[in-house]
């Protein structure tokens, strides 16, 4: 019997996507994987069809893409709603209008909700919904900010909720018109008040530096091996890593995003360091002053693009990688 298809392989898969030199042959695996039966986690299952239909779509085999999608959408009924917007695109795509316009419509709620579901926004671009897609997050802020003004006695964690909806909405409408070639209005005006007034409050923190301290996946193993002392320091595990990272970037802007980066550590790095001040690698502030003597190509600026590469160097699509993990 081949090989279960585990979590970090459909990621991997994903991170090369059609940039592989035979992509056919990583869906016929993610494929392959959910019709044997294969996939180690069920729960996987949806995700692993999800990545196959995005490797055909870049492809531009919309059917075949759009085949995948609808079985995404029957294998995770209770968490559907990225499947059903990449359905709704590729329709779109695929001159069925109605039927894409319908599906993604039924979503567009969502973006008054759910900080992620600007995925609309992305589907209905690629399809050359610009216009749609701008009237649509100028609808949801419109939307937000009246409840923000009409609702004044929400709680802390409801109105930090709403601060980082604006945020974040208000970016993706203002890069999206510059990429139109709009001009600024009220609402790109407020994107970069609130840009301005992150950049500010980052440059007023105190508590720490303004780069993070991570390690690379090979990295973060052979960190642990070597000095096992660590481990009370770190997660048991690299995913847990960087989902802390990312978190902690997040919240220490304030509203959801600004600039600040990683520094990209090295065991090799922080032993050579470590004897070189005659410190203990394992001491927590060795580990701060390391991390403040890396600089160039050691720093990663953050956030990253939506459509770029993730700054934890997985090659996936940030919007796709560590992006979810900001929330929790």
Known sequence: MSELLTADRIEEIDSLGSGSPDPAALVAELVGAVDEGRVADPDDTGYALL????????????ADA??????????QPDDDAYARSMRGGLLLRLGREEEGMAELSALRPLLETD????????DLAEAGRTETALEWLTGALDAILERSRTQQHESEDAQDEAAAMIYGLAQVRHDLREEMGLPHDEYDNLA????????????????????????P?????ALMMRWPALSGSYPTAWDEHRAQIELALVEASGVGGADLGVVV??????????????????????????ADSLTGADLRSWPPGRNDACWCGSGAKYKKCCLPRSRG
């Open 265 to 290: 550590g090295s065991v090799a790095g922080l032993a050579a360091f470590a004897e070189q001040e005659d410190l203990d690698p394992t001491d927590e502030e060795t580990q701060d002053e390391y």
């Open 115 to 122: 900080p992620d579901a600007t995925y609309l926004i992305d």
């Open 66 to 75: 759009l085949a995948l999608a609808t079985r995404a959408i029957a294998e």
């Open 51 to 62: 990545v196959a239909a995005d490797i055909l779509t870049q492809a531009g085999d919309l």
């Open 192 to 215: 970069d008040r609130l840009r301005a007034a992150s950049n500010h409050a980052l440059d007023a923190l105190d508590d720490g530096p303004a780069t993070l301290l991570f390690w």
């Open 217 to 221: 996946q090979a990295e973060f193993n």
